[in-house]
């Protein structure tokens, strides 16, 4: 899936769009952890990081591909909270930013299918085994 990776993995959303937010004039843990995200190089960026900006639609451009490379590996991979929670944050994003990237809404798409068929056989193969 590098085939997605038209920026440096290693530079921040901050040095990428090349803007600093303002620091926060509130006292929120996901605006507080938000922020500090926007300074870590993308690639260092964890499962839940992703997760976490992904669900307030950050920098979705660069962090959409990130996700499905890692979903990819796991469809089931996770932040914090349970197995999947990186697939329901990408299926919770706006249609607009899908019809905007159709290569990643069809690679999103494959990957759902895969995992479908994927699991249709292991199905087969249980009820065959336990008749």
């Not at 006292?27 to 690639?43: F, T």
């Not at 660069?62 to 089931?76: F, Q």
Request: aromatic share 10%; glycine share 6%.
């Amino acid at each position: 899936m590098e085939k997605y990776f038209h920026f440096d993995r290693n530079k921040s959303i901050e040095e990428l769009e090349g803007q600093e937010w303002d620091e926060p004039n509130f006292d929120s843990n996901v605006v507080g952890r938000c922020y500090r995200l926007r300074g870590k190089p993308i690639c260092e960026f964890t499962n839940e990081d992703l997760r976490i900006m992904i669900g307030q639609k950050i920098a979705l451009d660069m962090l959409v591909p990130l996700s499905l490379e890692i979903i990819s590996d796991n469809i089931l991979a996770e932040g914090d909270y349970y197995p999947g929670d990186i697939l329901e944050v990408l299926l919770k994003i706006d249609s607009l930013f899908w019809k905007g990237n159709p290569i990643y809404k069809k690679d999103l798409e494959s990957l759902l299918l895969k995992n479908i068929e994927d699991l249709s056989k292991k199905l087969k193969e249980f009820q065959n085994n336990n008749r």
